[in-house]
């Protein structure tokens, strides 16, 4: 059975910094697209940040770029979400999610076929 599982959220101060990582079991994650999602309440899911499989192409939401890095360590099949200079805007519950790597649609919900449970991120102004 593949699985995803993230851990990391919590509470952070406003301008603090928290790293979220993502391991899967299961399946390997070399080969697949690795993305992180958010989804705040009362909104759609959105897209944050994506890795290509070989780590090469890393893709941002505007609303993160420059303040949040993803990375990801093939050996371990993990992934990470480093987050800095975090906002009150980023409150939500934070996804990692799986999908095979065609070089195109890092940012698309319906181009990754497994998802984690999601691990929640407050930060407090």
């Known amino acids: 059975q593949v699985q995803l599982v993230e851990s990391g959220g919590g509470l952070a101060q406003a301008g603090g910094s928290l790293r979220l990582s993502c391991a899967a079991s299961g399946r390997t994650i070399r080969g697949y697209k690795m993305g992180w999602f958010r989804q705040a309440p009362g909104k759609e899911r959105e897209f944050v940040a994506a890795?290509?499989?070989?780590?090469?192409?890393?893709i941002y939401a505007d609303s993160v770029k420059g303040r949040f890095t993803v990375s990801r360590d093939n050996g371990e099949d993990t992934v990470y979400l480093q987050m800095s200079s975090l906002e009150p805007e980023d409150t939500a519950v934070y996804y990692c999610?799986?999908?095979?790597?065609?070089?195109?649609?890092?940012?698309?919900?319906?181009?990754?076929?497994?998802w984690g449970q999601g691990t929640q991120v407050t930060v407090a102004s």
């Open positions: 999610a799986s999908g095979w790597d065609f070089g195109r649609d890092y940012d698309r919900i319906g181009e990754y076929d497994v």
């Open positions: 890795s290509s499989w070989r780590g090469g192409r890393r």
